[in-house]
């Protein structure tokens, strides 16, 4: 039986991130990871928390590594530049790596080759966001699924494992695991892998952490 696992949600208040875990158990989901904390638990989901780290250094990257790893249970690296994306793919302390959203920045930032190699059997993974696919005119829309497309080609090559989450900043930008598996099409993404990437993917990255930060089952 599947799991469905959200490993992105980005609430700006522990209020919404309450209102945004109740929603998630109504989806369906029985996992998430959440950038801000919710007030309360609930028992039919596990709450797991998570840090996006930005850097277009090496330096800063290894700072904030430093001060998040015991804190929090996902780390996620949205790779600035080239120094920081190659760093991030070998260090053992990140979990997913994304790349920016903003056709300009994608220019010099992707998942190439290099980093594939520095990836490759360590267990990290390549995040992909909804919110990145939901665009607001189809020119950009295009550029967001070729650029994907692309990184999708060099993970597959270097079998690096997939991600897909929300990237949900409210809860009507929440969507139920058919949704994104039925958004995954757009990027010529098979609906079985698609399944993999929210449920059995994400749900092995959190349950590595969990046990390597004592969370308990």
């Known amino acids: 039986m599947r799991h469905y696992v959200d490993l992105h949600l980005r609430p700006s208040t522990p209020e919404q991130a ?9 989806l369906g989901y029985r996992h998430v990871a959440l950038t801000k904390q919710a007030n309360g638990i609930d028992g039919r989901i596990t709450v797991a928390t998570r840090v996006d780290i930005e850097a277009r250094r090496s330096g800063e990257l290894l700072d ?3 001060r998040s790893r015991r804190r929090f249970t996902i780390i996620s690296v949205k790779c600035l530049s080239k120094e920081v994306a190659r760093m991030a793919a070998r260090d053992d302390r990140v979990d997913l790596l994304q790349f920016p959203d903003d056709p300009a920045q994608r220019k010099q930032n992707w998942l190439d080759h290099h980093e594939a190699a520095l990836t490759e059997g360590t267990g990290r993974a390549y995040e992909i966001n909804a919110s990145d696919l939901i665009a607001t005119s189809p020119t950009r829309l295009a550029k967001a699924i070729n650029m994907i497309k692309r990184d999708l080609a060099v993970a597959t090559r270097h079998d690096i494992p997939v991600v897909l989450s929300s990237g949900a900043a409210t809860p009507l930008a929440m969507r139920e695991p058919r949704a994104l598996t039925a958004l995954a099409s757009l990027l010529d993404i098979d609906e079985e892998y ?3 990437m929210i449920s059995t993917i994400p749900e092995a990255i959190l349950e590595r952490n969990r046990d390597k930060l004592g969370e308990g089952p």
């Open 64 to 66: 904030a590594l430093k």
């Open 194 to 196: 698609a399944s993999d």
């Open 18 to 26: 309450q209102e945004m875990t109740n929603l998630a158990i109504e």
